[in-house]
Each structure stands twice: as structure tokens, then as C-alpha cells.
């Protein structure tokens, strides 16, 4: 069993009028489906009362009703969660595990109220500024590196504030409204030695790699690497952002047959957090400009 991101409320991936206050949810998927954490509260509720009458009466539905979905959670789960004994109803080992499994994601979704942002290795530089500043102004704040498609999936599931995205695609999938921020101007390298390419697992990748199948290129992806430095000693084509070499004093190497292209970095609210402003506000004012 693995934890996974519910997709949002909405079939567009634009937010539907009237259920703003909505938030998507973490849920355990399996290979039966997936269990929400609401739905692990009835095992919460079994563990407590240690009857399954007493549970359904604390949960304010019947007991048939509690019992189904006991069922379905078992089906889902691929085990028994509750047994029955002289006593009442207690659970497995498995219900437990299950258990512990929700106190962990319900402390994670009920972290604390620091503003929590997320950026990659392109935008660290940019965000951990603003969050200096922002602790200078007795602000707290949490600072995320991850890959783009990593904060996504957490501003999705509630965890994150403010997320910086180098792919302009993800800006895409919000409400602009004056929650999108252009934060800067940056130009993807993009090193030709040849059809067989490094991947870098942060930067705008996708862009690169579009190009290419646009002026049917062929290229293959060999290689998937964690760092800039690996990537330029590859011996590979790649993609790179030229603010991540700047930021690590890196050098395109002789060899290399750099192309520019431009793109650009934003940055998004996904939450109304009240420091939210403040970060923004930290950043220079020619830094970042609200569209919509």
C-alpha cells in the first residue's frame, strides 16, 4: 500500500464556482482502490468503543451501515481490519497498522500554521531570499526543494502555501485572479552533442523536449540525473536552466553547442494563509507581478 494524491474536485482542472472552500485530499491507494481518511475513521471509531454498535452510534449512522463499510474497507485493503472476541470488537494487526497510518497523514495535514513554501533547485535561490527576509520580520516560515510535479501534488493536498514552478504548464492549472506571479525571466540551455540526451530532474525539461519533437528531432533519454554538475560532465545533450549554472557557478563546456531559449518562472498562492501577502511583498517589487 503506497500514498497517493487525490486528483482535484474538478473534471477541468479549474476550480468550479461555489466549492472554493474545498480542499482535495490524501488517500491511501491500493490496488483495490483508494481509501480516504475520513473512511479510516470508522476504523477509529471501532477502536474506541471497542463495539461496532457503540462505534456506528458515535459515528450517528446504523450499524449495517457501519458494517458495509467495514466491508469495503477490508475489500480495498486486501485484509481483515476487525475481529470479533468475547469482549467486542477489537481491531487486527492490519486495522492498527491502517490506524497508525491516519494519525501520521492526519498530523501532516494539521501541521502547524507556518507559511510552507515549495521551489526547485532553479528557484531556491529566489524563494530562500524572501524567506530570509520574511524571518528577519519575526515571520516563520518552511522552505521545500522538490521537482515541480513533487509541489504540485502537495499545494494539491493542502500542504503547501506557495509553490515556484519552472514549467509555465502547472501555472496553468490555477486560477490566475492575481494568485499567479510571473517571479523572472530565465533562458533553458539546451546543449547539442547529438540525439542521446540527459534528463536534470528540475527546470522546465518539457519544454526542451517539445521543441524537439516539433522539428522532428529525433532524441532519446538516456539518463536521468539529481544535479547540474552531472549533467554537464554527462557527455550527453541536455536542457538546463542558465539561472541554476549562474546560481552554481557552472560553465557550459567548450564542447557544448548551446541553444537559448526563454521561458519563465511563476510563482502561486494555493492557500489563503495571512503571510502570504508578506512573502511577496519580501521579494523585490520588479522581482514578480500578480496577472489577472
Known amino acids: 500500500m503506497r500514498a497517493g494524491i487525490a486528483s482535484e474536485p474538478s473534471e477541468s482542472g479549474k476550480r468550479k464556482k461555489g466549492i472554493g472552500h ?13 481509501i480516504t481518511l475520513r473512511q479510516l475513521e470508522v476504523l477509529r471509531a471501532v477502536s474506541k468503543a471497542s463495539s461496532q454498535n457503540r462505534a456506528a452510534e458515535r459515528l450517528g449512522i446504523s450499524t449495517a451501515v457501519l458494517n458495509r463499510q467495514l466491508k469495503e474497507l477490508e475489500r480495498k485493503a486486501g485484509a481483515e481490519l476487525v475481529k470479533t472476541t468475547r469482549r467486542g470488537s477489537e481491531l487486527t494487526a492490519e486495522g492498527k497498522q491502517l490506524l497508525r497510518v491516519l494519525d501520521a497523514m492526519g498530523k501532516r495535514m494539521s501541521r502547524q500554521k507556518d507559511l510552507t513554501v515549495g521551489c526547485t533547485s532553479v528557484s531556491q535561490a529566489i524563494a530562500e531570499r524572501a524567506c530570509s527576509k520574511m524571518v528577519l520580520k519575526g515571520k516563520k516560515v518552511r522552505l521545500i526543494v522538490a521537482d515541480d510535479e513533487t509541489n504540485v501534488a502537495m499545494s494539491k493536498a493542502g500542504m503547501l502555501d506557495i509553490i515556484f514552478v519552472d514549467d509555465p504548464r502547472f501555472a496553468y492549472e490555477y486560477p490566475k485572479e492575481g494568485r499567479v506571479h510571473e517571479v523572472t525571466k530565465d533562458i533553458l540551455m539546451h546543449c547539442d552533442r547529438g540525439e542521446n540526451y540527459a534528463v536534470l530532474t528540475s527546470g522546465p525539461q518539457r519544454i526542451g523536449f517539445e521543441m524537439l519533437a516539433q522539428e522532428k528531432k ?3 533519454v538516456k ?9 554537464v560532465a554527462s557527455k550527453l545533450s541536455f536542457f538546463v536552466s542558465d539561472m541554476l549554472l549562474a546560481d552554481r557557478k557552472i560553465e557550459l563546456p567548450e564542447d557544448c553547442e548551446a541553444r537559448r531559449i526563454p521561458y519563465t518562472i511563476y510563482a502561486i498562492e494555493t492557500t489563503e494563509h495571512d503571510d502570504i501577502r508578506t512573502f511577496f511583498d519580501a521579494m523585490a517589487p520588479e522581482q514578480y507581478y500578480p496577472i489577472g
Do not use: M, N, Y
Open 223 to 231: 539518463r536521468t540525473l539529481f544535479s547540474p554538475e552531472a549533467l
Open 218 to 220: 529525433p532524441f532519446k
Open 22 to 34: 474545498l480542499l482535495p485530499e490524501i488517500v491511501l491507494t491500493t490496488e483495490r482502490g483508494q
